[in-house]
């Protein structure tokens, strides 16, 4: 295991640092916003994690069994981020044992240099008491001696500058790596226009007032007659309405819905045609605030407690204090609270099928 690990793992650490606090709350919702990006830094951290292998089976399978794992919550990342803490030291080991340098040859002692040296000495001490001509013959004999002694100095030199050259490059490494990897993390959701999107779902409010009859729009789906079925009332067409009925959908439960136009009184025959239906969601709008109280209040009488759930638009405020009422805000789109609503449903005994 390389040095480039442990610098992957530390880059995904700081990443995960600066996601944390802009993940969603669960009463409010995940951060649709910033999803895709929280998406790819949890598979970024899931393929680190799997390649320390069997060392680190339970930090993945802590990631794996998050049933939030899937959307951006604070809670969701932050389990990711303590999982990439916990698996940290395991590669840190892992590239210390690969770093350890290999260990040079020993020197020669210096008992054994006076081992060599020594029969070269001797016969200095002999040739005292022999003539001038023998002491030449001697000194003659003596001078290519000397050499192979210069020649093994040189050789425990050899050694010492090996361990340095080898351990230097191996430690910076990973220090100028991080910076170049960082330069992806700018934030590619801010030039998101958020508040352009209001405007559109201000501009179709006025307009079903004028061409919209009282009741005839509270059949434009089929009684099915079964538990599957949940009832959508608004004042008119919306694009939260649009979007509420498509989720449905999806998720395998009939919307029935329910448009009572300029008629406040209208949803007491369409709450008698669809008694089988259990739950309810009201969108409510600004200018539903004189009959939003009525209709409320008829809908927990009809269908039951907490099984009645007022949508609105956080600039638009519903009337507060009714008993059994479940109230959910959003800023732009549904997506926002789709999961809590989805976490409702099943609450209230209905089967969702994704």
């Known amino acids: 295991m390389d040095a480039q690990i442990l610098s992957k793992f530390q880059e995904l650490i700081s990443q995960g640092e600066k996601l944390v606090p802009e993940g969603g709350l669960e009463f409010s919702g995940y951060n649709a916003k910033m999803q895709s990006q929280y998406l790819t830094w949890r598979k970024n951290c899931l393929d680190s994690i799997s390649k320390l292998g069997d060392k680190a089976s339970a930090f993945r399978d802590k990631i794996a069994k998050d049933e939030n ?10 389990n990711v981020l303590d999982a990439l803490k ?29 081992k060599i040296t020594l029969p070269k000495t001797a016969p200095d001490s002999e040739a005292q008491p022999k003539s001038d001509v023998q002491k030449q013959e001697h000194t003659k004999k003596e001078t290519p001696k000397s050499d192979p002694v210069k020649q093994e100095a040189p050789k425990q030199e050899i050694f010492k500058p090996e361990p340095a050259k080898q351990e230097t490059p191996k430690q910076e490494i990973p220090k100028p790596e991080p910076p170049k990897q960082e330069a992806p993390k700018q934030e590619i959701h801010k030039p998101e226009p958020v508040k352009q999107e209001a ?16 009741v005839v729009e509270s059949k434009t ?15 008119s067409e919306t ?3 649009n979007q509420l009925i498509a989720m449905l959908k999806e998720i395998g439960i009939d919307g029935i819905l329910f448009q009572r136009g300029e008629a406040t009184d209208a949803i007491v025959g369409f709450l008698n045609e669809h008694a089988e239906s259990k739950f309810a969601f009201y969108l409510f709008t600004a200018k539903d605030m004189n009959s939003a109280m009525f209709e409320l209040g008829y809908l927990v009488g009809k269908i039951g407690a907490k099984r009645v ?35 409702d449903l099943k609450a209230a005994g209905y089967t969702i099928s994704l």
């Open 86 to 114: 916990s698996a940290l030291p395991i590669v840190e080991t892992e590239v210390k044992k690969n770093s350890v340098p290999p260990i040079p040859p020993p020197a020669p002692s210096v008992q054994e240099q006076k």
């Open 69 to 78: 794992g899937a959307y951006f919550y604070q809670s969701s990342a932050q």
């Open 309 to 343: 759930c007022c949508i609105h638009h956080k600039d638009d405020a519903p009337p507060k204090g009714i008993p059994g009422i479940t109230y959910k805000e959003i800023v732009v789109k549904l997506e926002e609270i789709s999961f809590s609503l989805i976490k």
């Open 199 to 214: 405007p559109k779902q201000e501009t179709p409010k006025p307009e079903p007032a004028k061409s919209t009859p009282p």
């Open 239 to 241: 694009d939260l309405q």
């Open 221 to 235: 789906s089929p009684n099915t007659g079964s538990s599957k079925s949940i009832l959508v009332l608004s004042s």
